[in-house]
């Protein structure tokens, strides 16, 4: 048998079943989970699938959306230049009348590069088409002793078979993230015979791991500005880190303060750098101006996840300080309760 018809029988004995996204030609619901998966893990990405598609069903409901809509739906399931990206094309899709049916027509939406595109056409369309995706790529690296990443894509359209593609594709992707992991379950791979690191002893060497090195830190501070349980936010610029999303002012705006406090900095971290974010408590007179919400509608806005943490930790505080007063009788004050939040951290 070949290396394709190995991984078609395996598919159909061991590949996995019931998700969301299988067994459908629909090329909105089938490019939808394939941004979503991009760096992401299945069991993460199925609940944010199903609520997008309970409130976006189809492509043209996502396109008259607003940006700020979308982001709150895809908040915190990070990189968030991809939930920009799908409401940019699909703007693109419902002006063009219809999804495009080829690999490389696909390509030229925004934010769907080949490995994707092909991944739709294969399974909206059954194109014969390669993907290359990160796990796919460790797949064909070990089985095929391939270092050089310039080879493996005409090594990944070498194998294509010439029927049964949609089940060889998903094969592939299966096989990469279930069994040929970053420790692999060579016991359980049906390619393994044939396998050239298992067999020269190279399993961790291939495909070459990057150097790594240390992360770059960067410091970031917030002024957390309250007022009873209200919040202030900011629309973060596009593009650049959060972008389009809402978060707190880093420069204190000017306004009467009451009370300033510094919070315990919350870490968090990305793909090229970490970041720590000091958050500083500021009690202000008034909530006068734009961008002031109430704690719960923070909560549910299109917000990061340190940016929810820290609202939910403060709306804790104060719901706790709340009843503790009126255990003793004494009248709830709001503003003296979130004054007296907890010190939030990650």
Not at 222 to 237: A, D
Request: hydrophobic share 40%.
């Amino acid at each position: 048998m070949s290396f394709a018809q190995k991984l078609i029988a395996w598919q159909r004995r061991r590949g996995r079943r019931g998700l969301p996204w299988q067994g459908m030609r629909d090329p909105y619901r089938i490019w939808l989970s394939e941004v979503m998966l991009q760096q992401t893990q299945v069991a993460t990405v199925v609940p944010y699938y199903q609520r997008f598609l309970k409130r976006f069903p189809t492509v043209k409901a996502l396109a008259v959306a607003s940006e700020d809509e979308v982001l709150r739906l895809w908040s915190g399931l990070g990189y968030y230049a991809r939930g920009r990206n799908l409401h940019a094309a699909a703007k693109e899709v419902v002006q063009r009348g219809s999804f495009p049916r080829k690999a490389q027509d696909l390509q030229t939406l925004s934010g769907i590069g080949r490995s994707t595109a092909a991944a739709i056409a294969v399974f909206a369309f059954g194109e014969r088409a390669a993907i290359l995706d990160g796990n796919v790529k460790r797949v064909l690296s070990r089985a095929y002793g391939v270092q050089d990443e310039k080879a493996l894509w005409p090594l990944a359209e070498r194998l294509l078979p010439r029927h049964g593609i949609e089940t060889y594709t998903q094969a592939l992707m299966d096989l990469g993230a279930t069994v040929c992991t970053r420790n692999p379950h060579c016991a359980a791979c049906p390619v393994a015979s044939q396998c050239v690191a298992r067999r020269d002893g190279r399993v961790h060497e291939l495909p070459s791991p990057r150097p790594r090195r240390p992360l770059p830190l960067k410091r970031a501070t917030w002024f957390v500005l309250t007022n009873g349980e209200k919040v202030l936010l900011q629309r973060r610029p596009a593009p650049g880190i959060w972008g389009g999303l809402w978060c707190f002012p880093e420069r204190k705006p000017a306004v009467p303060v009451r009370s300033v406090r510094e919070l315990a900095p919350i870490h968090h971290g990305f793909t090229h750098f970490r970041l720590r974010i000091q958050p500083v408590l500021c009690e202000v007179e008034s909530a006068a101006g734009e961008g002031w919400v109430s704690m719960r509608e923070a909560s549910a806005s299109a917000v990061p996840a340190p940016v929810r943490e820290l609202v939910q930790a403060l709306r804790s505080g104060a719901q706790g300080a709340r009843a503790r007063r009126r255990a003793r009788g004494a009248p709830a004050s709001p503003r003296a309760a979130a004054a007296r939040a907890p010190r939030a951290g990650r």
